[in-house]
């Protein structure tokens, strides 16, 4: 594709529900990336993915979330029993190799926990 | 990790005007990448700069790595580019951090 796809856009879930969220990065890139971005904040890093592996998840905030990229192109981000703090912008971002290689950010998908 | 600090973290201009915002980090870095984030939370990537000096436009960027800074350099400044500037110096391949960023206010 032309860039980097994220759906759904925005995600509004009751505390206690299970949410996913889906990565499409450009078609061909190695590197995945996701991000979260708190109101007024930098994005944090989270998770990474070459290929299909997740070599570093030293990011994720809690055994609540969950990554994949099963055939080494979409991704899902998935966070069960969400919960008020997990509120934020959700940024994937894709990278043709893990170095020397500008990364390229989707529009990211905004949560509100409710 | 690697400590990144931004300034100013806020900066109005009135359009025409330059600017310099820079970017200090505390470790030494694989590579360094510039991006600017639009009112609507799209983040562009401006430069992709491990050292030395690249120019896009009005945009130039120099990353002077053995002292551990980057500046990002605005020239004639228009209201779209409006918007929050980050830097993110990666010390490690897969270790990207954010700083805080500076945003941009460019009043017509």
């Known amino acids: 594709g032309a860039g980097v796809s994220q759906s759904p856009r925005y995600k509004v879930a009751k505390r206690g529900q299970d949410v996913a969220l889906r990565c499409d990065p450009i078609?061909?890139?190695?590197?995945l990336f996701w991000y979260q971005q708190a109101l007024g904040q930098g994005p944090e890093f989270l998770t990474y993915?070459?290929?299909?592996?997740?070599?570093?998840k030293s990011g994720l905030p809690s055994d609540r979330f969950f990554a994949e990229r099963p055939e080494g192109s979409v991704s899902t981000l998935k966070i069960q029993r969400t919960q008020q703090e997990d509120s934020a912008v959700y940024l994937c971002?894709?990278?043709?190799?893990?170095?020397?290689?500008?990364?390229?950010f989707g529009n990211g998908t905004r949560l509100t926990v409710t | 990790g690697i400590q990144v600090e931004q300034s100013p973290p806020d900066l109005i201009l009135q359009e025409g005007a330059n600017s310099t915002l820079r970017c200090n980090f505390s470790d030494s870095v694989n590579n360094l990448q510039w991006f600017h984030q639009n009112p609507w939370g799209q983040l562009i990537n401006l430069f992709y700069?491990?050292?030395g000096t690249k120019q896009n436009g009005r945009l130039s960027a120099t990353t002077v790595a053995t002292e551990r800074y980057s500046l990002l350099y605005i020239s004639s400044s228009q209201t779209t580019d409006s918007g929050v500037y980050f830097c993110?110096?990666?010390?490690?391949?897969?270790?990207?951090?954010f700083g805080a960023g500076t945003r941009l206010t460019v009043k017509p």
């Open positions: 993110a110096p990666t010390p490690t391949p897969n270790d990207m951090r």
């Open positions: 078609s061909g890139h190695v590197s």
């Open positions: 700069i491990p050292s």
């Open positions: 971002a894709s990278s043709l190799v893990i170095s020397n290689s500008p990364l390229h």
């Open positions: 993915f070459q290929n299909e592996a997740q070599l570093d």
